[in-house]
């Protein structure tokens, strides 16, 4: 297995470009199994998540082109299979984002159970109570979801008792192939959502509350849609937002280019608070050294509120703030998995509960340590940067998932890392 080694106490300088959103891409991909055209999928991002996305697509016999490493077609007329099975959904949850859409368009699917991950159990039983009030069956046998929907699925009003992304993204490519009006409400705000109700709009639907927490889109009855024939996917936030902490952690100053400023509001405002000073145009961000780095206090929430995914990346911060920071995380029920590791750097960390305190100046050292999960991993980079000595992080699949050419992109900053074989 590979493993980064990172020599620490660096400065960056200069500027990368940031990619597409992987998870704005996974929504989109499932997306695709409602057209009757072929799609261009541009701006993908070059992460293992989306190849194993458009490995199940090809599973079910969707037509699945990759044209350049970030852009791949895929035209569905030869769909012989509705059946996501669990060698892939392990690999990957999200991929219960085909449910919906396959459910909605054929009227039956069976798609594994993604079972938790580190982060938490994360059910998806908000995803299937919504499909059985849109008039689905669903059984679970033998770790499947088995949901058949003979009529087709009925437009209705589904009320989430919980804000969930994937589960708002699942339900309105269900509702855009049921009969009559859903009405979602406590939907998901995120900009991946938007885009994808935003893409929904272009292909003819209609579909009102775009980017509000209550949306009303018309289904048309298993019809399927002629999407755009072109989709860039938007810029990733995450990636933009820990590379962010990448300048901040380093105290350097760094530009990120093909980014979203509109989509970063949280994040930019806990580090103005921090003592960093940001400037943007529509497309880029630079971040400038700070005089003094003040501690902080977050607690994670749904968009536009400060990003869960983007917790662990200021916990490292964090190390480096003066004074006692606190760090809240209200989204999910285990995502301190790299407080232990950052640990063992010498980071001075307490956790009660869902709450970190992380005290701060601590002075980190080099050590071998292991990632987790996605961002989790991206954390402990950020703390190699800057520790004494040497840092190895093993375990960097993780990283793969969802970061593209992390250490490409850290070197040409004036990071010193290498990918090297256990
Ligand atoms: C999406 O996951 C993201 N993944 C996650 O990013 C992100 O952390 C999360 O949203 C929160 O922003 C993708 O978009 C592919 P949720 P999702 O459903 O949709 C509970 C990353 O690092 N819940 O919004 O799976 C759930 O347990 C990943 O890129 C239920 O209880 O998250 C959690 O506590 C990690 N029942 C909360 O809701 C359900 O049926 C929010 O989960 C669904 C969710």
Redesign the pocket.
Known sequence: MDFLALKGETRLQGAINIAGA??SA?PLIALTLLTTNKVILENLPNVVDIKTFFSLLDMLGCQVCEIDSHTTSVEISKLNSTKATYDIVRKM??SILVLGPLLGRFGHCEVSLPGGCA??????????KALEKMGAEIRIEGGYIVATAKEGLKGTTINFD??????TENILMAAAMAKGKTTIINA?K?P?VVQLCEILKESGMEINGIGSDEIEIYGTNMEGLKLPEKIAVIPDR?EAGTYLCAGAITNSQITLHKINPNHLGAVISKLEEIGFKLTFNHDSITIYPAQKRNSFELSTT?YPGF???MQAQFMALATQCEGSSIIEER???NRFMHVSELQRMGANISLRGNTATIYGISELIGADVMATD??ASSALVLAGLVAKGETNIHRIYHLDR?YEDLEAKLTKLGAQISRLQE
């Open positions: 992987k998870n996974l949850r999200a982060i938490g159990a994360r059910p998806v039983d908000l995803h299937i919980k804000i969930t992304v994937t589960g998901a995120e991946e995450i749904e990003p869960t995914d989204l999910f029920e996605l961002r969802g």
